[in-house]
């Protein structure tokens, strides 16, 4: 089946530090890819998209590259700021049978200044 | 423009009780959908609408949840007997069309609690 795997949480980091949150995913088509983010109290939000094999999304600073080869679609940011504190939730969207995301786990963030 | 907007943002019953659920979409957009999200299970799909159509009920956890979308625009989720298993958030997102690759704007969200 169509599935996400995100590394596990809780994430804390210093202000200014490098992030990487992990995504892999395992598709039996050609999905499109995306990181929605979830601010404390706030809904769930688009972070990024891509939506083919070495597009690379971006927004806000943080940046995600589709890799099909590795089935992959990592977060990064350099410079992390305590605003960005959040859950972000990797996800893919298929047409198979049912349109729909399928999300990963979430992973919680904590930027300590 | 207005966003998507669910009613009530809370809502608090016995078990046994139904509920109903409401979302007004993104004006314009056709794609509708359903999602719950609950610690155990994390994020996961309901069901969606193409226009006023649902064409896979699959998703529903029981016979218990329905959904109807009229005029194309808003929805209703319906727990019907509802069990402290459904307490819950549940988010309903829109899209502009049925595509992969558009992107879902979602909801604040309604948080459910069965007593």
């Known amino acids: 089946g169509n599935s996400v795997t995100q590394m596990e949480g809780p994430v804390t980091l210093s202000e200014e530090a490098f992030l990487t949150i992990n995504c892999t995913y395992t598709?039996?088509?050609?999905?499109?890819l995306f990181w929605y983010v979830q601010y404390p109290g706030e809904g769930l939000q688009l972070l990024l998209k891509?939506?083919?094999?070495?597009d690379k999304g971006s927004n806000k600073g943080f940046e995600a590259t589709y890799r099909k080869e590795t089935t992959s679609f990592h977060l990064e940011k350099g410079s992390v700021q305590v605003s960005d504190s959040a859950v972000y939730f990797c996800?893919?969207?298929?047409?198979?049978?049912?349109?729909?995301?399928?999300f990963g786990q979430g992973t919680r963030l904590t930027i300590n200044p | 423009g207005a966003g998507v907007s669910q009613s009530p943002s809370n809502k608090v019953t016995e078990k046994g009780k139904d509920v109903e659920l409401r979302c007004d979409p993104i004006?314009?957009?056709?794609?509708l959908y359903w999602y719950r999200q609950s610690l155990g299970q994390g994020l996961e799909f309901l069901i969606y609408?193409?226009?006023?159509?649902?064409?896979?009920k699959s998703g529903l956890p029981s016979d218990r949840f329905s959904a109807e979308r009229t005029g194309g625009s808003v929805s209703t989720l319906t727990i019907q007997r509802t069990q402290q298993e459904d307490s819950a958030v549940y988010l309903c997102?829109?899209?502009?069309?049925?595509?992969?690759?558009?992107?879902?704007?979602f909801g604040p969200g309604t948080r459910l609690t069965v007593l």
């Open positions: 997102a829109s899209s502009p069309r049925l595509a992969t690759a558009d992107t879902q704007y």
């Open positions: 598709a039996t088509g050609y999905p499109s």
């Open positions: 891509a939506t083919k094999a070495d």
């Open positions: 996800a893919l969207s298929l047409i198979q049978g049912a349109q729909k995301l399928v």
């Open positions: 004006s314009g957009h056709t794609a």
């Open positions: 609408f193409q226009g006023n159509s649902a064409p896979d």
